[in-house]
């Protein structure tokens, strides 16, 4: 599958393929229909998230079956997400709401009723995990207080502000180290239902350590889950951690709702630029997401400076941006996506990708050396392409992080890297069955479809063993007839 013809022609100084940064809609009940979802992705979005927060299996795998009839439809790679809830640091239930003071101390406990024991329930067991001098943080951050003592399932802590606490509002503790415990019960039930259910990626939630990823790819493994894993950078600890994330993980997002409340929200713009530029360092595709064009829930146009976070993105050079409310319980999902694709695609063509790698030291390994290779024939010759046969995607990605402004064309025989890849900066995939000539025919293909033209000149990046992972190490030049 590939994107329809007149995407494939467009050109107004953009890649003749289209946009570059990619789109990522969550749905949810504004856009539970399949005339919705197969809008939006035929407004622009090259990814669904699903937010395994909420919903039934049930309602899961009827959204999955309408996402696939509509790329089928439409002719799309549309990547599919299974974004893990974890753990579930929330206040319970209670009547009103809570008035508090400064000074005042506050005793949680999981699941407590709050009329007959005066504590303020929560849904996780804070107990197991914080410590004294540990901070909790409410309300967004709004309210703050410290623990001063853990005994006997009860936490207590003094306030540092008044305000007032509202039923099953989120908690942050960005002073605790959950010890790679971020996967529950409910998140390995979620996975054991991804496994069997065509999910191209995993979203987990409230990394801290590259262990995490590590655990949750042995657990993947051995449920033969093939999907590539997000980590959503959205603690403090994954901050303090990032480069060693960023290596280990298939993709990261910036996750920057959680993320402002457990940092400063000033530090967001300077870690969001950190994390693209060692996302192309290492290959490893980002993912920019959290309030993007969030007045868009309420209103048809976005506010001016949403528009400049978006184009922000852009010009850092992310590989995907994320809409969160503004497509899964907004009131215009679909002028959502098409404004996104508009802002995306206006700075792309009017502004280069700022290119955050090049702030950071590449080193030498040899998926860099062959995609230099690539990048420095095909921009001498003035090539019109880049053709790459590949088996993971790791070729594909590897040319795409050094961000170009040749179209780069993916050809591959697995359904899943085809869609995996549609999230990739840059990258326009296509499947075929396994042919030593896969890129040659694709080329030729595509000649008859008059997407190029008598003369162009292309490259294609192919490997001894056609279908095989990792043995990338052919170049050629092709000029067409």
């Known amino acids: ?219 993947m493994a051995g449920m033969n889950f093939s999907a590539k894993i997000i980590a959503k950078i959205e603690t403090k600890a994954a901050v303090e951690n990032i480069e060693d994330i960023v290596k280990e993980s298939d993709v990261v997002m910036v996750a920057r709702g959680d993320l402002a409340v457990e940092t400063t929200p000033e530090s967001i713009p300077i870690v969001q630029r950190r994390i693209i530029g060692l996302g192309q360092l290492y290959a490893t595709p980002t993912i920019v997401a959290t309030q993007m064009l969030i007045s868009m829930t309420e209103q048809l146009t976005p506010s001016r400076a949403e528009v400049s976070d978006v184009a922000t993105a852009v010009l850092l050079g992310a590989d995907c941006l994320m809409l969160s409310d503004e497509t899964a319980s907004g009131l215009y999902p679909i002028e959502a996506v098409k404004t996104m694709r508009d802002i995306i695609c206006y700075t792309e063509t009017h502004s280069p990708c700022d290119g955050g790698g090049d702030h950071y030291n590449k080193g030498h390994s040899l998926q860099l050396a062959i995609s230099e290779a690539i990048i420095k024939l095909a921009q001498i010759i003035q090539a019109k392409a880049i053709i790459a046969e590949t088996k993971s995607g790791a070729t594909a990605i590897g040319v795409s992080a050094c961000r170009i402004d040749i179209p780069l064309l993916a050809v591959t025989n697995d359904p899943i890297t085809a869609r995996q890849l549609s999230l990739v900066y840059g990258v326009e995939s296509f499947l075929r069955p396994v042919d030593k000539k896969a890129a040659l025919k694709l080329t030729d293909f595509l000649r008859a479809q008059e997407v190029f033209n008598k003369g162009d000149i292309v490259v294609t990046v192919s490997g001894k063993y056609p279908g095989v992972v990792g043995t990338t190490d052919t170049i050629k030049v092709r000029m067409l007839n």
Not at 35 to 42: Q, S, T, V
Not at 84 to 98: A, C, S, T
Not at 185 to 209: C, E, M, P, R, W
């Open 1 to 219: 599958m590939v994107g329809d013809k007149s995407q494939t022609k467009q050109s107004n100084g953009v890649a003749s393929w289209g946009r570059r940064s990619k789109i990522l809609a969550t749905i949810g009940p504004s856009t539970d229909s399949y005339e919705l979802i197969k809008h939006l992705i035929a407004s622009g979005a090259n990814g669904i998230r699903l937010n395994f927060s909420h919903g039934s299996y049930e309602e899961r795998k009827r959204q999955i079956r309408w996402i696939r009839k509509a790329e089928k439809e439409l002719g799309r790679n549309v990547a599919i997400v299974l974004d893990l809830q974890g753990p579930k640091i929330r206040l319970g239930d209670f009547e009103g709401v809570i008035e508090v003071k400064k000074g005042q101390i506050l005793a949680f406990e999981k699941g407590a009723d709050y009329v007959s024991s005066g504590h303020i329930p929560t849904q996780y067991d804070l107990s197991l995990k914080v410590k004294r001098g540990e901070r909790i943080l409410l309300l967004d951050g709004r309210i703050q207080c410290v623990v001063t003592t853990v005994k006997d399932g009860v936490v207590y802590a003094e306030l540092i502000n008044n305000g007032i606490l509202i039923k099953r509002k989120g908690m942050n503790v960005p002073d605790t180290d959950f010890g790679g415990d971020v996967i529950t019960d409910k998140d390995y039930a979620d996975l054991i239902f991804g496994s069997t259910n065509d999910i191209d990626y995993v979203a987990l939630s409230f990394v801290q350590s590259p262990d995490d990823i590590k655990h949750l790819r042995n657990l």
